[in-house]
């Protein structure tokens, strides 16, 4: 290993590729024939296969959450601070799988694929998925690593919405789930920040209804608004203050319109580097399962009628900063599983990092996940 | 074997509580704290219940003990409850400490179909006496904090939280009295409201 990779990362891992020929109807009534999930792995399955935890990745999530490519790669996995050997979720006792999302632009069959049926890019054309289309592929994919039932499956924001899915979905495959800083389903204000970022995207001269590789153009610009946006509404007021409060680039203001406050420049790096890594029509897709994702709607709107079904134990955190997903909304899925008599545990953890702070290592909240991962080894005698 | 000679004796007053808790009832425990007596009670009778709990570190035990812990500020009712939903809520030594005792109480009657409350008496003799020969804010083992920085805000005696009761028009299923060390004493059972330091109360709509 070599000599700067930290003895608590999971070290240098290669993502894996699976092939599903078996065609997948979708909610929306369109048929993927076949697909391909890009995926990652941490620790080793035990002969039992019963050590394996799921972790569900957010909007811009990927495969990739520990560990590095390489030993030139800057930055490990977007959950490092959380999974590894001694960590969070450690990977001496668990073996974890986290996949790149149907629709995603990292590996996994996405609107960057060829569509068979033309032999192009499949763009604007990719169906649209919902979150229980994804946590159906992802039972596939347990199905391929031959994991019947997953020790926890685990998510942050529209991962815990996938997580939340897992257990009404597949009620007797997971055994505890981790909902964190998420919510049951989006507000009208979460959809309206969610239909400005697409309309940005959509309304860029380069989008091209969605075909713009055809056009061998990107659109950026669209892309750069959407997640300057979006990543304004992960911060809180108070964690933005204290981050750049009204400093300057420059010594004095310049009166022109380029960026002048750090904040301005932040949100354009942000911004410009997203715009460029990213693909505007995987992030139109993921807005829109957000938006779609309402699991009580089928059960009278009756959120405890639709974890009635759950079998597993539930871990609910939520952020006191956290405004896109707020305390309330976890607390919303919280009332539900009591009044379905379900084991939950919740904790609101105090910070300014507002919905961000799902992805920091703040004290308690690791404390506390740690605890509660340590629950489960030892409950299921792992 | 039943018992687990690895635990600790539950503490005194938990251990009166815990026996006028029928098997395999729900529970709900108001600032559970460590959560001894859910654990107690979840693995010797077979009980479900949750704790409500705000104290960090208390939370912490409670994940560690594989507890169903919900952290949420007492003083905000129980809201997360519906009408009916548990057998018993319990809530030890927290009375005093909420910002409207008489409205937890409505709240937790409205849960559940018992509470069982503890709180101490600040009627006992040597409160009176603290205060009557120091001419200061009492203070001992029981309530060992200053008059400006104690959470216990609404300190009562037995007759007053009778009164409550009687006024809220309900009923006192089973009432003990103890001392600092949770030992009932023949004395005690004769002035409560004197020498009582902590009261446990079963009270029913």
């Known amino acids: 290993m070599p000599k700067d990779i930290p003895s608590d990362s999971v070290g240098i891992v290669t993502p894996q590729l699976a092939q599903f020929n078996e065609p997948l109807t979708l909610r929306s009534g369109k048929v993927l024939n076949n697909y391909e999930l890009v995926y990652e792995t941490y620790g080793t399955l035990n002969a039992e296969k019963s050590n394996a935890v799921l972790i569900c990745h957010a909007l811009s999530g990927h495969h990739h959450a520990a560990g590095f490519h390489s030993e030139e790669d800057k930055k490990p996995g977007w959950w490092d601070s959380c999974i590894g050997p001694g960590k969070v979720i450690d990977t001496n006792v668990f073996f974890v799988v986290c996949l790149n999302n149907l629709g995603g632009c990292h590996g996994s069959t996405g609107p960057t694929s060829i569509n068979p049926d033309t032999g192009e890019a499949w763009g604007g054309e990719f169906p649209m998925v919902r979150v229980r289309d994804w946590v159906e592929s992802q039972a596939r994919l347990a199905d391929y690593l031959g994991i019947e039932t997953f020790a926890a499956v685990i998510g942050g924001s529209l991962g815990g919405m996938q997580a939340l899915r897992w257990s009404i979905q597949y009620p007797d495959r997971l055994k505890y789930c981790a909902v964190i800083a998420s919510a049951p389903k989006l507000s009208a204000q979460n959809i309206a920040f969610n239909e400005v970022a697409r309309s940005a995207i959509m309304k860029d001269p380069e989008f091209h209804d969605g075909f713009y590789l055809k056009h061998n153009t990107l659109p950026k610009s669209g892309l750069m608004q959407a997640r300057m946006l979006a990543h304004l509404t992960y911060l809180s007021d108070d964690g933005m203050g204290e981050k750049f409060g009204r400093e300057l680039q420059t010594e004095e203001i310049q009166y022109d319109f380029k960026p002048e406050f750090q904040v301005e420049s932040y949100l354009h790096y942000q911004g410009e580097k997203f715009s460029t890594t990213f693909d505007a029509n995987t992030y139109l897709l993921m807005t829109k399962a957000l938006d779609y994702f309402d699991p009580a709607q089928y059960y009278e709107n009756d959120l405890a009628k639709c974890l009635s079904h759950a079998q597993c134990k539930f871990f609910v955190v939520s952020f006191t900063s956290d405004w896109r997903f707020s305390p309330e909304r976890s607390e919303e899925i919280v009332d539900a599983l009591v009044e379905a008599d379900k084991d939950v545990t919740y904790a609101c953890i105090e910070s300014e990092k507002g919905h961000d702070a799902f992805l920091i290592p703040i004290p308690r909240y690791i404390q506390l996940f740690r605890a509660y991962m340590q629950r489960v080894a030892r409950e299921l005698a792992l | ?205």
């Open chain 2, 1 to 205: 074997m039943n018992m687990n000679t690895t635990e600790s004796p539950l503490r005194s007053d938990l251990e009166i509580i815990q026996s006028w808790v029928p098997e395999g009832s729900q529970i709900l425990d108001l600032g559970c704290g460590e959560g001894e007596l859910l654990a107690y009670l979840k693995s010797h009778k077979q009980c479900q219940g949750y704790g409500l709990e705000i104290h960090p570190d208390s939370l912490l035990s409670c994940v560690a003990k594989g507890i169903n812990v919900i952290e949420h500020d007492l003083d905000n009712g129980l809201r997360h409850f519906k009408d009916g939903s548990v057998d018993t809520v319990v809530m030890t030594q927290a009375l005093q400490a909420v910002r409207r005792p008489d409205l937890l109480l409505d709240e937790m009657l409205r849960v559940g179909k018992e509470a069982i409350i503890t709180f101490p008496n600040f009627g006992y003799w040597r409160t009176r006496f603290y205060l009557m020969s120091k001419g200061k804010m009492p203070m001992s083992k029981t309530l060992p904090y200053n008059w400006y920085d104690t959470p216990n805000i609404h300190m009562c005696t037995f007759r007053d939280f009778e009164k409550l009761c009687q006024d809220k028009g309900l009923s006192i299923l089973d009432r003990t009295v103890v001392d600092s060390n949770h030992q009932q004493r023949l004395a005690i059972k004769l002035w409560p409201n004197l020498l009582g330091e902590i009261a446990i109360y079963r009270v029913t709509r």
